[in-house]
């Protein structure tokens, strides 16, 4: 599962990548600096691994992670293949999510692709590219399927009624996700891969003063997408780079509380992806490794389990779980089992966020 970064050229899509991951993609004061799709997987910053790893003393942690590709800078007509446009939206496609930067921030040496700062703006012209997008593909799709609607298939018919509401909503300026679908629908809208369809954090860049409370830019935003299954997040990525720079902890702390925050900004964006993403985490925990592990929301225990190896998945017999508010309480797996907190969990287990689970199985 991984979550694409997107936005015009300039915003701060690639300096924002760089702070997630790490991973030093090109950053440039012009257009088009990046041109492959950088890929980085980040850790996933969870304080409750933390406390496991404070009450194990394991010989090594090994955190959940998500990934994030640094799309390259769409550009009005990108639909059309203006810029390096289809290759853009492609790489859209191949993405869970999307994490979509607007500039909301005023400075001169930094020039606008359009001229002027103005984030609903540039919100609407990748809005509208991505919505061309999806329209081509769901004209293409129709003459298929009316064709397949005339000779009585119900599935045919069903879908038929989908992509008319899908059309007349992208001939509207609206995305797909803005629709409201039944689970049936929703199973075979998914299949569809839309590109307007994926769940969307905006990620409002603004400058270091306007870090804590955002500013009159983010109001603008917060406006406009308020009708949308959207969630936003004020974030000053240039400040965020620089406190990434800083090697000493202490130092890193400072910065952030001169500025008013508790942690880095980043810190809350990836949390964000991965719940936007439909991830959550289970935790293993024995003296030689304490591990978070990523699953989707809704998996049982043997899909659980299936993550750590195949095998287990095969031959799950049970999984003994213990509550993460257990495990703290008491303090240890020992007297957990000593209060009879330890629970036995079958295959019908729907695993809930922070389990700390250990499996059986047989092969």
Known sequence: MKAGIVGLPNVGKSTLFNCLSNAKAQSANFPFCTIEPNLGVVNVPDSRLEKLEELVDPEKVIPATVEIVDIAGLVRGASKGEGLGNQFLANIRETDAILHVLRCFDNDNIVHVDGSVDPIRDKETIDIELQLKDLEAVEKRLEKVKRAAKTGSKEAKLELEILENIQATLLEGRS?????????????????????????????????????????????????????????????????????????YEERQMFLSDIGLEEPGVSRLIRSAYTLLDLQTYFTAGVKEVRAWTIPVGSTAPQAAGVIHTDFEKGFIRAETISYADYVEYGSEAKVKEAGKVRVEGKEYVVADGDVMHFRFNV
């Open 176 to 248: 797909v996700r803005t629709i409201e679908f039944s689970e049936k629908e929703e199973e075979l809208v998914k299949s569809m891969q839309f590109i307007t369809a994926k769940p969307v954090l905006y990620v409002c860049n603004v400058d270091e003063s306007s870090a804590k409370d955002g500013n009159a830019y983010v109001e603008k935003v917060r406006e406009a997408v308020k009708d949308e299954d959207a969630e936003i997040i004020v974030l000053a990525v240039g400040t965020e780079a620089d406190i990434a720079e800083l090697d000493d």
